[in-house]
C-alpha cells in the first residue's frame, strides 16, 4: 500500500472515530452552537431596533441583513472550542500517546480532528443560517458564483481557527484548560465589525475591531451575500486564513512530534 493510501485509508479511520465521540457527546456541540443562536436572535429582536440606527436607519430588517454575516462567522468561531476539548481530552488519556506507537500514518490522528472539526464547523454554519432565513435573512442580489466563494470563504476560516484550536487543545494540561484557551475564538468576533460598523467605535478601539481576522472575513462575506463594498478585505481574509493555517499546522505538528515526558 503507497504511503498516500496508507494516510487516506488512516485519516478516514480518525475521521469516523472523532465524529462518532460528537455524535455520542452532542451537548457540547449544542452548547456551542447556542451561544450564536443566541446572540442572533438577542441582537435582532432585543437591540435591532436601537442598533439599526448606526446602519442607516433602515430597521430591523436591515439589522438582520446585517448581522448575519458575522453570527456565521462567529459560529465558527464558537464550534472549533469542540476541537480543542477533543483533542486535549485525548492528549490528557493518553490515547495519542497510544497512537505514537501504532502502525498507522502519524498524521492521520491531527487530521482527523481537523476535518472532524470542519464539518462540525460547516454543519453548525448550516444550521444558523436556516435559523438567520427564518427570522427574515434574504440575499436577494447573490449570484450562484457569490454564493460558492461565500461557502468556500466560511470552510477556509473553519480550516484555519481548526488547526489554531487543535494547537491550542494539544498544548492544554487537561479539557477544562482547553475550553479556556480557545475562549478568544469566540470573543474576537465581539470586538469586530459583526454588530456594529468600525466607524461608529471610539477611535481608539478602531484599529483593534480592523485589524484582526474576523473583520475582513465578515466584510468580504457581507460582500458576497449582500452587495456591500469588499475592497481589499478579500485579500485580507485570504492573507489571515493562510497565515493562521500555516500557524496552527506548525503549531500542532510539533506538540504532536514532541518526545512525551
Not at 493510501?5 to 472523532?18: E, H, K, P, Q, W
Not at 437591540?47 to 436607519?57: K, P, R
Not at 430597521?59 to 438582520?64: A, P, S, T
Not at 470586538?191 to 481608539?204: E, L, N, Q, V
Request: hydrophobic share 50%.
Amino acid at each position: 500500500m503507497s504511503s498516500l493510501s496508507l494516510a487516506v485509508r488512516d485519516s478516514s479511520t480518525m475521521l469516523r472515530r472523532n465524529l462518532l465521540h460528537a455524535r455520542r457527546y452532542p451537548s457540547l456541540t449544542l452548547n456551542l452552537l447556542m451561544t450564536p443562536v443566541m446572540l442572533l436572535l438577542l441582537f435582532v429582536y432585543i437591540f435591532g431596533g436601537a442598533m439599526s440606527g448606526g446602519i442607516g436607519g433602515g430597521g430591523r430588517d436591515e439589522y438582520i441583513a446585517y448581522i448575519v454575516p458575522g453570527i456565521l462567522l462567529m459560529t465558527i468561531g464558537s464550534t472549533v472550542v469542540g476541537a480543542a476539548v477533543s483533542v486535549s481530552t485525548d492528549m490528557s488519556e493518553g490515547i495519542i500517546a497510544r497512537f505514537r506507537t501504532m502502525a498507522i500514518h502519524r498524521g492521520s490522528v491531527l487530521i482527523g480532528h481537523v476535518i472532524g472539526g470542519v464539518l462540525q464547523s460547516l454543519a453548525s454554519v448550516v444550521l444558523v443560517g436556516i435559523v438567520g432565513v427564518a427570522i427574515g435573512f434574504r440575499s436577494h442580489d447573490a449570484t450562484a458564483l457569490e454564493w460558492l466563494a461565500a461557502f468556500g470563504l466560511l470552510a477556509l476560516f473553519a480550516l484555519a481557527l481548526t488547526w489554531i484550536a487543535i494547537g491550542m487543545g494539544m498544548a492544554s494540561p487537561n479539557a477544562e484548560a482547553a475550553s479556556n484557551s480557545a475562549m478568544p475564538l469566540i470573543l474576537l468576533p465581539l470586538i469586530s465589525s459583526a454588530f456594529t460598523p468600525i466607524d461608529s467605535m471610539p477611535g481608539w478601539f478602531q484599529p483593534i475591531a480592523e485589524y484582526q481576522p474576523f473583520t475582513p472575513a465578515i466584510e468580504t462575506l457581507r460582500g458576497l451575500l449582500l452587495g456591500t463594498e469588499i475592497g481589499n478585505n478579500g485579500w485580507l481574509a485570504l492573507g489571515w486564513s493562510i497565515a493562521l493555517i500555516a500557524l496552527g499546522y506548525r503549531w500542532s505538528t510539533a506538540s504532536f512530534n514532541r518526545d512525551p515526558k
